[in-house]
């Protein structure tokens, strides 16, 4: 039995590996965009909890002006769920760089995660969720760019590696 048969089949759907593959290579791409990098794979498992989850990706800054800080004062309630949430995505988040990996639309460069370019098939219309889901994680990306390093990241929003 595989980990995704275990789940019941809507979670399974949310959370298989290529949504969460696409979501890391968005952060990803957002991060490169910004710092010329890719993004630190720590904060994968940051990432997916915060823009998969409905209230706090709405809940989420529309621009990188915002410091990390001063949205999590804003959002106690999101933050003080954040931890939990990231805990059940665990799996699903390494399953996602499995694939990701094994696909080409990421790649490990040290302790970094970096984003393969990839052309859309020709006539896909993004649905709108994944749309807003994959701009958030984008975002996301660029907006912890921002931060000194992963461990401040995970210190204000109360996570640990």
């Known amino acids: 039995m595989t980990v995704s048969s275990s789940r019941p089949s809507v979670v399974s759907t949310m959370l298989n590996p290529a949504l969460l593959a696409a979501v890391i290579a968005a952060s990803a791409d957002g991060h490169q965009k910004e710092s010329g990098d890719g993004v630190p794979w720590i904060l994968s498992f940051v990432v997916a909890p915060m823009v998969l989850h409905r209230g706090t990706r709405a809940a989420l800054p529309t621009t990188t002006r915002t ?3 001063t949205w999590v004062s804003r959002n106690p309630v999101l933050r003080a769920n954040l931890p939990q949430r990231a805990l059940g995505l665990v799996e699903p988040v390494r399953a996602g ?6 696909h080409g639309i990421l790649r490990v460069d040290g302790d970094r995660v970096v984003a393969i370019p990839r052309r859309r098939p020709r006539g896909f219309q993004m649905p709108t969720e994944l749309d807003e889901i994959l701009r958030k994680a984008n975002l996301m990306g660029r907006w912890l760019s921002k931060t000194n390093s992963p461990a401040t990241v995970l210190a204000v929003l109360g996570m640990a590696p």
């Open 97 to 102: 760089m499995r694939f990701g990996i094994t």
């Open 67 to 69: 410091h990390l800080a």
